[in-house]
Nanobody, 121 residues
C-alpha cells in the first residue's frame, strides 16, 4: 500500500506565502509524475502543478509565476511553494503521485487526504 501525507496548509492573508509538502511512503518501487490539485466548494478538482520524475514542471495558467513545484526523489516528497496568494486560491489542496509498487508492473494514481488553504482578503 502507498500513503501520501500532506502538510503545510493553513490560513494566510492575501499576498502571503505558504509551502505545502507531500511525502509518499509504503511499498514504492518508483514514482512517475507528482502533482498538486485543488478543489474549492462546489467546484471540480483542478490541476495546479505537476512535475515529472526528471524535474519538468507544468502549471495552471492561474498560478504561473507565483507557485513553484519541486520534488525530492530520494525522499519521495513533492513540494508546492505558493507566493503572492490570492483569495481565489482558497481550496483543499490534494497531492497526487503515480506510483509503481514492488512486484507490480503498472503505475497507479494515489491521492493524499487533502490540506486546507485559506487566503483572506
Amino acid at each position: 500500500q502507498v500513503q501520501l501525507v500532506e502538510s503545510g496548509g493553513g490560513f494566510v492573508q492575501a499576498g502571503g506565502s505558504l509551502r505545502l509538502s507531500c511525502a509518499a511512503s509504503g511499498s514504492i518501487f518508483s514514482i512517475n509524475n507528482m502533482g498538486w490539485y485543488r478543489q474549492a466548494p462546489g467546484n471540480p478538482r483542478d490541476l495546479v502543478a505537476i512535475i515529472t520524475s526528471g524535474g519538468t514542471a507544468n502549471y495552471a495558467d492561474s498560478v504561473k509565476g507565483r507557485f513553484t513545484i519541486s520534488r525530492d526523489n530520494a525522499a519521495n516528497t513533492v513540494y508546492l511553494q505558493m507566493n503572492s496568494l490570492k483569495p481565489e486560491a482558497t481550496a483543499v489542496y490534494y497531492c497526487n503521485a503515480e506510483v509503481r509498487e514492488y512486484y507490480v508492473r503498472t503505475y497507479y494514481s494515489n491521492w493524499g487526504q487533502g490540506t486546507q488553504v485559506t487566503v483572506s482578503s
